[in-house]
């Protein structure tokens, strides 16, 4: 049986979990790829270990490479466990996410400060008390103050200018949400939303990672461009094709020293 003890090696690698759009890392010049079994089931895709620019990373795409596995259904715990178990320690998570509020148009880059949970029925914790025993852990700010900073300042190193703060309102999903869910959405305060924020944040801190997020916005929220347009897929994925283009200069930028 696998074991469920935490590794509590730290080789320096950094992690990119990779969302719609970016479900390969091209840029990376890849030394291997390992299959990964963990006590929570597989991974929703082999690692992808590699260079950029000489730093070593391990990219694993959330919705797999061949974008099949909805929101809902990845194995978030799998993906964040089977990264710990390879000693990553920083996570860099690359989501797209509707704009809610005005500053949030579509193809500006965010980097999220807060998330609210909205999802339902997803496994989101390794401390359920089975098979790990039961631990209440802090969660008052959700992402890495300084992998945050990290991500700004190699925005700027490359050039584009990246939203400081906002809320992320993480949705079930698949479906894209009503207007009336988006307004309640941002009378609660989300500024973006996505559906993989959560459960991912919390395993990550969970496991003692720093973890940060580079929301890409790829469309205006449902009703936020008129109640009379729906939200176009092709649209989307224009958008993030060219929003992702920015993500990967902003990668190659940065310069992750650890601590937090
Ligand atoms: N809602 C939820 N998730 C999303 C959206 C959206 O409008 N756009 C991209 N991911």
Redesign the pocket.
């Known amino acids: 049986m696998l074991s469920h003890k935490i590794n509590r090696t730290d080789n320096g690698m950094l992690g990119i979990i990779g969302g719609?759009g970016f479900d390969r890392f091209d840029e990376l010049k890849i030394n291997r790829r390992l299959e990964c079994a963990t006590p929570y089931g597989a991974p929703s895709a082999p690692l992808v270990f590699g260079k950029l620019r000489g730093r070593e990373m391990v990219f694993l795409p959330r919705h797999a490479t061949d974008h099949s596995i909805a929101p809902h259904r990845i194995n978030y715990r799998a993906n964040l466990w089977a990264l710990h178990a390879q000693g990553v320690r920083h996570i860099i998570a690359i989501s797209?996410?509707?704009g809610i509020s005005a500053a949030m148009v579509a193809g500006g880059l965010v980097v999220p400060d807060q998330i609210i949970d909205y999802t339902h029925g997803r496994e989101g914790t390794f401390f359920d008390g089975v098979d790990l025993p039961l631990q209440h852990i802090d969660f008052t700010r959700p992402f890495c103050t300084g992998l945050r900073q990290q991500l700004l300042k190699a925005g700027s190193v490359a050039g584009f200018e990246l939203l400081d703060g906002a809320t992320y309102g993480a949705?079930q999903?698949p479906r894209?949400?009503t207007a009336a869910e988006i307004n309640r959405l941002e009378r609660d305060g989300s500024h973006i939303?996505?559906?993989t924020g959560m459960p991912e944040a919390v395993l990550a801190r969970e496991l003692g990672i720093c973890y940060a997020m580079l929301a890409v916005v790829?469309?205006p929220?449902?009703g936020r461009a008129g109640l009379a347009k729906e939200?176009s897929l092709t649209e989307?994925q224009t958008v993030a094709e060219t929003a992702m283009q920015k993500v990967r200069q902003v990668i190659g930028a940065l310069e992750v020293n650890h601590g937090h």
Do not use: D, P, W, Y
Request: glycine share 18%; hydrophobic share 55%.
């Open positions: 719609s797209t996410v509707g949705t999903g894209l949400e939303v996505g559906m790829v469309n929220a449902a939200i989307i």
